[in-house]
């Protein structure tokens, strides 16, 4: 059975310090998702990632995927406030439908 | 255009009666997902609806849950009877096709006393 092991849990960082998640995967899978979720909302998605070597950033946020390692990293370049929330990776296994998550991290940037 | 709604938003029911959660799709997503999060553990998957088939049920935990998607478009999630195990964020998500981003809705809290 596929398993996804996210970390850290629980990131504390400072406003302008770099910082990166990590996201392994035990199974070969096709499909690797970046997603934000502030407390109480939605699920955000942030980054879809299909081939190894991708790379997709969106402002502070780089997420890259080596399918050979099995991993995929979320990095954060000099972090805001704005960036505090829980973020999640999920892996797409196979032919199957369905996500499957990480536990999440839980990210508080101090001013 | 409006995204995954799901209502109720919190629920606090008591061990042994029945809740209903209920998950409107993205307009024209044919595909539909639910997840839940139990306290502490990662969000899983539940089941898949392609139009109102059930495409993937293999998540469903016991005989207890039934989902439905009568029509093809919105669905609900039924608990019964509810037992205190059941309690978490219950998330729907909707996509345009298989194998596609996934959206996903603000969940639902469920507290079973």
């Known amino acids: 059975e596929l398993k996804v092991e996210q970390n850290p849990l629980f990131l504390s960082m400072q406003e302008g310090k770099n910082y990166t998640i990590y996201c392994n995967y035990s199974?070969?899978?096709?499909?690797l998702y970046w997603y934000r979720q502030d407390p109480g909302k939605s699920l955000e998605s942030l980054f879809v990632l299909l081939s190894n070597g991708a790379v997709k950033q969106e402002g502070r946020l780089m997420a890259s995927l080596d399918t050979k390692a099995r991993l995929s990293t979320l990095h954060i370049t000099a972090a805001v406030h704005d960036l505090s929330a829980t973020y999640f990776c999920?892996?797409?296994?196979?032919?199957?439908?369905?996500?499957?998550f990480g536990t999440g991290t839980l990210l508080a940037v101090q001013p | 255009e409006a995204g995954v709604t799901q209502f109720p938003s919190h629920s606090v029911i008591e061990k042994g009666q029945t809740v209903t959660l209920r998950c409107d799709p993205i307009?024209?997503?044919?595909?539909l997902y639910w997840y839940r999060r139990v306290m502490g553990k990662e969000i899983k998957f539940l089941l898949h609806?392609?139009?109102?088939?059930?495409?993937?049920e293999s998540g469903m935990p016991n005989n207890r849950f039934l989902a439905e998607r009568t029509g093809g478009t919105y669905s609900t999630l039924k608990v019964q009877p509810a037992e205190l195990e059941d309690s978490g964020v219950y998330f729907c998500?909707?996509?345009?096709?298989?194998?596609?981003?996934?959206?996903f809705g603000p969940g639902t809290r469920l507290l079973v006393l």
């Open positions: 307009s024209g997503h044919d595909n």
């Open positions: 999920a892996v797409g296994p196979g032919a199957t439908n369905k996500l499957i």
């Open positions: 199974t070969t899978s096709d499909r």
């Open positions: 609806f392609v139009k109102e088939s059930k495409q993937d």
């Open positions: 998500a909707s996509s345009q096709a298989p194998r596609e981003t996934q959206y």
